[in-house]
């Protein structure tokens, strides 16, 4: 069946990042994927995670840095980043900060995402 998504949720965090959810658990109820825009501030950083799902990260703007077992990958814009489930990773922005598409399968949740305390 075809749906139109009207727009997107937003979903707070702190540190200054924006969320805007345009399919996933929060605004379409979706489990399978969820694709989300995002707008980083310069210096803003995350706790590490082990995420249950795959993420595809194509930065539009910027840079998003990602520290990972291997070491840290610059990722710039027109770039993308896959990481796989089961990977211990640490997304963080550069001076600039990165505005970037999130695609993520199965859908992110907090729960899913297992991040660091």
């Known amino acids: 069946m075809v ?3 009207e727009g997107p949720a937003r979903v707070p965090v ?3 990042k924006l ?3 345009h399919v996933g658990r929060v605004n379409t109820g ?3 994927v ?3 825009h995002m707008v ?3 210096g803003w950083e995350e706790p590490a995670q082990t995420p249950e799902f795959a993420e595809y990260t194509l930065v539009l ?3 998003v840095l990602v520290e990972h077992d291997g070491g840290t990958t610059e990722v710039l814009a027109g770039q993308t980043l896959v990481t796989e489930p089961g990977e211990r990773i640490r997304y963080r922005t550069g001076d600039e900060g990165a505005e970037y598409i999130a695609v993520c399968l199965p859908a992110f949740s907090p729960d899913s995402a297992h991040r660091d305390e």
């Open 34 to 36: 969820s694709i989300a």
């Open 40 to 42: 980083a501030p310069p």
């Open 61 to 63: 703007r910027g840079a």
């Open 3 to 5: 749906r139109k998504i």
């Open 14 to 16: 702190p540190g200054g």
């Open 30 to 32: 979706d489990e399978a």
């Open 19 to 21: 969320i805007d959810e």
